[in-house]
């Protein structure tokens, strides 16, 4: 079935320094991926996603880009802010006859210093 | 729009009782997944419901189960407790199955057994 691997964390910053999340996956097809965020005490959330190869998904000033060929997903930032501060998850969906559910990799702990 | 919302945040049993969780879904959410999430394991599936039906359900034993009810409303049932079940419970709404991985995300029941 499909997987996620995903960089081993924790990750810690100063303010506007450059962050990079690796993941990588393996996949039957061409699957959507996805990255989730969980901010303290809160459950995930949606960040970004892209649904076929070549496709960048962007949003709050991360990117990633589906590349098929490295067979990658990597998040990154620019200048990452306190705020920042959240665990990141890499997700794709296993399809399972019918119904679909997601698989997620370990999480990356990013903890951005002011 | 209100968000998926679980019910209760926070609770403590004891080895062999059991607990019921419970998740309303966004509104127009037909869809409700169950995940749990520990440190050692991360965020693993544990079933999905659409129009009362379970569609999947991932490798954990008998004692967890679930059901939908026709207002979408999920609950989740673990019986005869056990530490290892001590989690944050993640529940997940989205429109349909199928739908590419979009999921919205609870805040969780988090589950101390003691």
């Known amino acids: 079935g499909n997987s996620v691997t995903q960089m081993e964390g924790p990750v810690t910053l100063s303010e506007e320094a450059f962050l990079t999340i690796n993941c990588t996956y393996t996949?039957?097809?061409?699957?959507?991926l996805f990255w989730y965020v969980q901010y303290p005490g809160e459950g995930l959330q949606l960040l970004l996603k892209?649904?076929?190869?070549?496709d960048k998904g962007s949003n709050k000033g991360f990117e990633a880009t589906y590349r098929k060929e490295t067979t990658s997903f990597h998040l990154e930032k620019g200048s990452v802010q306190v705020s920042d501060s959240a665990v990141y998850f890499c997700a794709l969906p296993i399809s399972s006859g019918s119904a679909r559910q997601l698989t997620f990799g370990s999480g990356t702990q990013l903890t951005v210093l002011p | 729009k209100a968000g998926v919302t679980q019910t209760p945040r926070y609770l403590i049993k004891t080895r062999g009782q059991q607990v019921t969780l419970s998740c309303s879904p966004i509104s127009g959410h037909r869809s409700v997944s169950w995940y749990q999430q520990t440190p050692g394991q991360g965020l693993q599936f544990l079933f999905e419901y659409f129009s009362e039906t379970q569609r999947n359900k991932g490798n954990f034993p008998g004692r967890f189960s679930g059901r939908q009810f026709s207002n979408s409303r999920s609950e989740m049932n673990v019986s005869t407790l056990e530490l290892g079940d001590s989690a944050l419970y993640l529940c997940?709404?989205?429109?349909?199955?199928?739908?590419?991985?979009?999921?919205?995300f609870g805040e969780g029941s988090r589950l101390t057994v003691l």
């Open positions: 997940a709404s989205s429109l349909s199955p199928g739908v590419d991985g979009e999921l919205f």
């Open positions: 892209a649904t076929k190869a070549d």
């Open positions: 996949a039957t097809g061409y699957p959507s």
